[in-house]
């Protein structure tokens, strides 16, 4: 079984073979497997720890495609489930000169959408360390039902529950609705990831460190905000501490966020140790702020996503 259950959503990001173009004027795309969730399942693998994805495709040749792909890097699937009634989700990703994007989804009525409760594959939630979640798939109602539902079988069982923010403004219909529904998701983590964007829509508190507190919750053991090239700010009861990154030259940002979420949870799986040490935390957001890096070198986020050996030769070129 897996040390860890990464639970979302699995997708076909499409993504322009040329940078600096809208979707308008991109002249092709690249398909690249995706999805916020299975990313991390895979950048976990890739950095040795055994994972598994839960979610849901359709019974298309895209959702074969995509668990094809994660078996090859690794990755249970057996909680994986198929529609054969509703279609693989499919997002169109735009990326700008710097590497930022614009997304346009294709997930009306799609598979990870009905994602039944029925469905959730108890027992390996109840064998793994960590179960992580995203927001992603709180937006649709039957999805977050499943989500949240599982989040709390992962709880019961004494694991550590890990959240990423990941908002996703066009899938919502109501922005002011999600941000209840979004904050349900965080008050679940004792481990919880956001950017300075995410902060402030779901804070009132335009300060960095007032705005984490109002965030903070008593199951809460740390809270880090991501500042994409700049590194990230790490939030623990004890202190609040600056990570610088690695410099590089981006080419798609997709998936960083997801690298670092990998890059961090494989240094926790182990317990909590990182957590009670504020050095040992600080090198390990290093080294996620490095995962997080290297994913945006590449187009597409599962393809971008490093191994172990490349993030420490980074590291070490960094000193």
């Known amino acids: 079984m897996a040390d860890i259950i990464c639970f979302g959503d699995l997708l076909i990001d499409f993504v322009p073979t040329q940078t600096g173009t809208g979707l308008i004027d991109a002249p092709a795309f690249k398909k690249a497997p995706g999805g916020a969730a299975a990313n991390v399942a895979v950048g976990l693998a890739r950095l040795g720890v055994a994972s598994a994805f839960m979610g849901k495709v359709g019974n298309d040749p895209f959702g074969h495609f995509l668990a094809q792909t994660l078996e090859a890097e690794g990755v249970d699937i057996r909680p994986l489930r198929f529609d054969p009634t509703a279609r693989t989700s499919l997002a169109f990703v735009s990326l700008r000169e710097d590497g930022e994007r614009e997304f346009l989804f294709y997930r009306e009525n799609s598979a990870d959408q009905n994602f039944r409760v029925s469905e959730i594959d108890k027992a390996a939630i109840e064998a793994a360390r960590i179960?992580?979640?995203?927001?992603?798939?709180?937006?649709?109602?039957?999805?977050?039902?499943?989500?949240?539902?599982?989040?709390?079988?992962?709880?019961?069982?004494?694991?550590?529950?890990?959240?990423?923010?990941?908002?996703?403004?066009?899938?919502?219909?109501?922005?002011?609705?999600a941000r209840p529904t979004i904050l349900a998701g965080l008050r679940r983590a004792s481990i919880v990831k956001l950017s300075e964007e995410e902060l402030a829509f779901l804070a009132a508190n335009g300060d960095l460190e007032r705005a984490c507190q109002q965030l903070w919750h008593p199951a809460m053991k740390l809270l880090i905000v991501t500042r994409g090239a700049e590194g990230c700010t790490v939030v623990t009861e004890r202190c609040v501490s600056e990570i610088t990154s690695i410099a590089v030259t981006p080419v798609d940002t997709t998936g960083a966020g997801d690298g670092f979420v990998a890059g961090l949870l494989q240094g926790l799986v182990g317990g909590d140790a990182y957590l009670e040490d504020d050095g040992a935390l600080r090198e390990l957001c290093r080294f996620a702020n490095a995962v997080g890096a290297l994913t945006t070198t590449e187009r597409g986020a599962i393809p971008a996503l490093p191994r172990r050996d490349a993030v420490l030769a980074a590291l070490a070129r960094a000193e």
Request: glycine content about 4%.
């Open 131 to 177: 179960f992580h979640f995203d927001s992603i798939s709180l937006a649709a109602e039957r999805a977050r039902g499943t989500t949240l539902a599982a989040a709390d079988i992962a709880a019961d069982a004494g694991l550590t529950i890990s959240y990423d923010v990941n908002l996703r403004p066009a899938l919502w219909a109501d922005l002011d609705a």
